[in-house]
C-alpha cells in the first residue's frame, strides 16, 4: 500500500505483519499492525490488555490537559472513552484496545474499512485499499459517481466499491466485528441556546484548540469577504507576524468583493497581509495523486489549492473555517421547516442525479431513525455528509500534498453546542458576530461582502431557500442531458 512520500494523516491498519516500506513507520497495537508514513504525527500508550494511539493532532479542549492524559483517565470503558472524545479536538483518528476489543472513532481524517479477514481493515485511502484487495468498482455505486461531479460526494457510507466502505462522523468502527456503531449525541432535548450563549460556552474550548496549534506550528489564515475567515482571523488574535493571505483566482479583478475587503481589514488592523495566485498544476503533480488517489478520484480544483497554499505556506499550518460555515450559519439549508428534511433534498445538496443516490441517502435516514439521537436531519446531514465526508475528502488532498490544513472548530464538544441555537439565528451568521464582537469588535468596522439580487431572494427565508435550492438542481440536471 501507497502512503505517500510527503503525506501528512497516513496510515493502514492491517492484522498481517510486513516489513515497512522506505518512508513509513511501524506500529504494533495488539494482534494489529499499524502503519503510517513518516512525517504522520502519532502519540501512544499501552499498560497490560490496555493500548490507546493517536494519530494526528489531538488536544483536551475542556481543561488544561493532553489529549493523550485526557483519553487515559477513560480508558476502562468504550462509553467512557467515547463520552471523553467528545472534548477532544484536533485532526486525528484513534485506536482504542481495551481487553482485545478494538475501536476505531474518526474526526477529519478519513478512515475507509473493508470486512476481510485477510487484507487491509482500514485507511485513509481507498484506492489504495481496492489495489491491495484486487477490487473493481460495483456498476451500481459508480452510476451513483459519475451521476454527480467529481467534486461532489457519494451518499451515506458508499464508495464506488461495494466492499469498501466509509466511517462517519457520529460513529466509531469495532475492528474486531469489522462494523460501524452509531453514537448518540444527545439522549434527550437538551434546552435552546442564543448565539451568544452557544459563543460564551464554547470560545475557552476554541481559544484552547487555536493555542495548541500555534504550541507545534506558525500559522497562516486565509481571508474573505465572509465570515467565517474573519470568525477564525479574531480568534487567532490578528497576530501582525501571521501570515493573512487571499487568493486571486482567475477572473478577479481589484473590484471583486474578495479582493477589496480584506484590503480594507488588512488596512484597518494593520496584518501581515498579502494577495497570491493559483499556481498551474503540472503533470507530475496530477500524476503523483493519482497513484494515490485513483485517477478521476479527487477534485483538481481542491489539489491546485493545496499546491498552491503549499508552494506558498509550506512552513505553516493553515487554519480553515469550514464547520462555523456549515453548522454554524447552516449554510446548506438555512431555516428550511424541518419536513423538508428528506432524501430529495439531500440528494439535491449532493448536486446528483441518480436514484440510487436517494437510495443511499434513505437508509443513511433510516439509521438515524431508529436511533435515539435528538439533533436534526439537517444538522446531521452538515456533520456527517458534508463535513465528514466532502471535507475529508478535501483534508485527503491536503493531507496527501504534506500540507497541514486545520480546523479551530473541531471539537464535538463545540459543534454540538452551536446546533442547540436555533438554525434561524444561525443562519444570519449570529454566532460569528458574537465571536468577533467579543473577541476584536474592530473587525466589524468593515463591511461584509454582499450577496446579488438573487442570493438575496433565496435566502429571505427557508421556503424560498429551499425553491431556489432544488430550481438549481434541475437546472443542472437539464444541462447534464443536453
Not at 461532489?152 to 460501524?180: C, G, S, V
Not at 451568544?196 to 470560545?203: F, I, N
Not at 490578528?238 to 488596512?267: N, Q, R, W
Amino acid at each position: 500500500m501507497i502512503l505517500g512520500t510527503d503525506s501528512i494523516f497516513s496510515y493502514c491498519i492491517d492484522k498481517r505483519s510486513r516489513a515497512p516500506k522506505d518512508g513509513e513507520r511501524h506500529i504494533q497495537v495488539g494482534e494489529f499492525s499499524v502503519y503510517m508514513s513518516a512525517k504522520t504525527l502519532y502519540e501512544i500508550r499501552e499498560e497490560g490488555d490496555v493500548s490507546c494511539l493517536i494519530i494526528g493532532l489531538a488536544t483536551c479542549v475542556s481543561k488544561d490537559i493532553s489529549g493523550m492524559d485526557w483519553l487515559w483517565e477513560h480508558r476502562y470503558s468504550i462509553e467512557s472513552f467515547i463520552e471523553a472524545e467528545k472534548f477532544l479536538g484536533g485532526k486525528y483518528v484513534l485506536l482504542l484496545r481495551i481487553k482485545e476489543q478494538y475501536y476505531d472513532a474518526t474526526c477529519s481524517v478519513p478512515v475507509f474499512y473493508a470486512n476481510d479477514e485477510e487484507n487491509v481493515l482500514c485507511s485513509c485511502y481507498a484506492y489504495q485499499m481496492s489495489n491491495e484487495m484486487q477490487l473493481t468498482p460495483d456498476d451500481t455505486f459508480l452510476k451513483i459517481r459519475e451521476s454527480g461531479d467529481s467534486s461532489q460526494i457519494m451518499p451515506y457510507d458508499y464508495t464506488i466499491w461495494k466492499e469498501i466502505k466509509r466511517l462517519l462522523p457520529n460513529h466509531y468502527l469495532n475492528l474486531n466485528e469489522k462494523r460501524a456503531i452509531r453514537i448518540v449525541n444527545h439522549h434527550s432535548v437538551q434546552s435552546v441556546l442564543t448565539a451568544d450563549e452557544a459563543a460564551e460556552k464554547t470560545l475557552s474550548y476554541i481559544k484552547r484548540l487555536a493555542d495548541f496549534y500555534s504550541s507545534k506550528f506558525s500559522l497562516a489564515c486565509a481571508l474573505t469577504s465572509g465570515r467565517d475567515s474573519r470568525a477564525v482571523l479574531s480568534v487567532l488574535g490578528c497576530d501582525k507576524k501571521m501570515p493573512v493571505y487571499t487568493i486571486k483566482h482567475e477572473g478577479f479583478d481589484e473590484s471583486t468583493p474578495d479582493i477589496v475587503v480584506p484590503k480594507l481589514i488588512a488596512e484597518q488592523v494593520h496584518l501581515n497581509y498579502q494577495q497570491i495566485r493559483d499556481i498551474e498544476l503540472t503533470d507530475s503533480d496530477i500524476a503523483e495523486v493519482d497513484v494515490v488517489l485513483g485517477k478521476g478520484n479527487y477534485s483538481k480544483r481542491t489539489l491546485m489549492l493545496a499546491r498552491t497554499i503549499k508552494h506558498h505556506f509550506g512552513e505553516n499550518a493553515v487554519i480553515n473555517g469550514d464547520i462555523i460555515g456549515q453548522v454554524g450559519k447552516c449554510s446548506l439549508h438555512r431555516d428550511i421547516p424541518l419536513c423538508f428534511a428528506t432524501p430529495s433534498y439531500f440528494r439535491c445538496k449532493l448536486h446528483n442525479y441518480s436514484k440510487e443516490a436517494k437510495e443511499g441517502l434513505r437508509l443513511w435516514m433510516q439509521e438515524i431513525d431508529q436511533s435515539d439521537e435528538h439533533v436534526n436531519g439537517f444538522d446531521l446531514f452538515s456533520i456527517e455528509n458534508r463535513m465528514g465526508v466532502w471535507a475529508a475528502n478535501e483534508n485527503e488532498i491536503y493531507n496527501m500534498v504534506g500540507q497541514y490544513y486545520l480546523n479551530i472548530f473541531n471539537s464535538r464538544s463545540i459543534i454540538y453546542e452551536w446546533v442547540r441555537v436555533a438554525r434561524k439565528e444561525r443562519k444570519v451568521s449570529a454566532i460569528h458576530l458574537a465571536i468577533i464582537k467579543r473577541l476584536h469588535p474592530e473587525l466589524l468596522e468593515v463591511p461584509f461582502g454582499s450577496d446579488g439580487i438573487f442570493e438575496k431572494m433565496a435566502k429571505y427565508n427557508g421556503i424560498s431557500y429551499l425553491l431556489a435550492s432544488y430550481l438549481k438542481y434541475y437546472i443542472g440536471k437539464i444541462k447534464s442531458i443536453i
